[in-house]
């Protein structure tokens, strides 16, 4: 590809000073992105994803190194500036949904919207086009406790969608389903990634990576293998980490 890369990081450290000790949470990451990709960054507890999250999904910024994410460096920003790429440029979606409880769906999607200075009417209409979409429109006058857990992802795979961000960041997204629900939230995932959105997933277990198309894993803050999701597959069957335990509650 020779388009610049949404995400560049070069030499990406991260260390935590405990009392005397130092923790390199994340060692020397170079990696790059491109635009439309769907990359799993895999690894085991401790490893460092969401230190690595953290730094992509500018929530924190590295001890050394580079980070230009579309163009900016980010690397050396602080609050506002931080705040302002974030809200931009990036879709979270997290394990436990992070749902506004007393907010119906609609409004919950249409949050984001209004700190990014929509007007009423439109963020109305572009929260109930992006909950038809993950498949939920007929529910928008719900609130998030009325809602199986599957569908509660899908409201925030919804509110990540709405200001049609650059990345979408997904931390563990099938960490609290069950198996049958986490397909159908890995298949709109891959739906979203096939319509041009740029998809990070983050997860410590390997069958899910499997979904992606490339495969990004790290071990103690370093990355140890990067490349497309057949050749990590062979990797697997060839030994080591095959059988990490699935957490999934
Ligand atoms: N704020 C912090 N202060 C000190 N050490 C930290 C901090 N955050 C993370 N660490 C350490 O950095 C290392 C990487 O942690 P990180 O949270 O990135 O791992 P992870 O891969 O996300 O693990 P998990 O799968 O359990 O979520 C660990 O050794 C952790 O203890
Ligand atoms: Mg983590």
Do not use: C
């Amino acid at each position: 590809m020779d388009a610049a890369p949404l995400i560049e990081m070069i030499d990406i450290q991260k260390v935590y000073e405990m009392g005397d000790t130092q923790v390199r949470a994340n060692d020397g990451i170079t990696l790059k992105i491109h635009q439309g990709e769907f990359v799993a960054i895999v690894g085991k507890s401790g490893s460092g994803k969401s230190t690595l999250m953290n730094i992509i999904g500018a929530l924190d910024t590295p001890t050394s190194g580079k980070y230009i994410l579309n163009g900016q460096d980010v690397s050396k920003m602080k609050g506002d500036y931080l705040a302002e790429i974030r809200n931009k440029m990036i879709g979270f979606v997290f394990q436990q949904y992070n749902l506004l409880p007393k907010q119906n769906l609609l409004e919950n999607v249409s949050l984001p919207l209004l700190y990014a200075g929509m007007s009423e009417g439109k963020r109305k209409k572009r929260a109930l086009e992006v909950l038809e979409k993950v498949g939920i429109g007929d529910k928008w006058r719900n609130q998030p406790n009325q809602l199986s857990g599957g569908q509660q992802q899908r409201v925030s795979i919804a509110r990540a969608l709405a200001g049609r961000p650059s990345l979408i960041l997904a931390d563990e997204p099938t960490g609290a389903l069950d198996s049958r629900t986490s397909r159908e939230v890995l298949d709109l995932l891959k739906e979203l990634n096939r319509e041009g959105n740029t998809i990070i997933l983050i997860t410590h277990d390997n069958s899910i990576a499997a979904e992606a198309k490339r495969v990004v894993r790290i071990m103690d803050g370093k990355i140890t293998f990067d490349g497309k999701v057949e050749n990590y597959k062979a990797t697997i069957k060839e030994g080591e980490e095959e059988h990490e335990p699935d957490t999934g509650i």
